[in-house]
């Protein structure tokens, strides 16, 4: 009984945070345009952005935070954030502060780690996006590896 309300507590404290969004995901850059702040972040950080049925943003939380050059990711907290919030799909991003976009091999890896991991729960992993100062790179639209989703601002998803 008492872990089934301490879960209640904190479905309804993810849900209160996660009300604002009315954002649509329909590209990369959209996406990009949202969250270029993490950019500015002075060590690797990973999010999960979590969509509903229509791609709508229901909320996005950070999952880890790394040092200069390297994030590890816990893929028990990437999994729970959407599970509680109710998500059809996510977007993962990261930050590279060297300022160079381009995903590194670990990147492409652990992506497929995630995006296996997620679809036990069957939530689609749509995009894991790179983001620096001034660029980013969709592994999706670079066909770094097949996902479930977006792909550029001319077939976008509606």
Do not use: W
């Amino acid at each position: 009984m008492q872990y089934k309300s301490m879960y209640r507590i904190e479905t309804i404290k993810i849900r209160e945070k996660t009300q604002a969004f009315n954002i649509q995901a329909c590209s990369a850059r959209e996406i990009y345009d949202v969250f270029k702040f993490i950019a500015c972040r002075p060590q690797e950080s990973l999010y999960v952005v979590c969509l509903n049925c229509k791609n709508r943003i229901i909320g996005y939380s950070e999952i880890a935070k790394g040092s200069l050059n390297t994030c590890a990711v816990d893929m028990r907290e990437l999994v729970r954030i959407p599970i509680l919030i109710n998500a059809a799909s996510v977007i993962i991003l990261h930050n590279h502060p060297s300022g160079d976009s381009c995903p590194s091999r670990d990147d492409i890896a652990i992506t497929h780690r995630i995006k296996d991991s997620l679809s036990l729960f069957g939530i689609r992993l749509l995009d894991h996006i790179v983001i620096s100062d001034d660029s980013f790179t969709s592994l999706s639209e670079k066909g770094l590896i097949e996902m479930g989703g977006l792909r550029d601002e001319n077939t976008a998803l509606r």
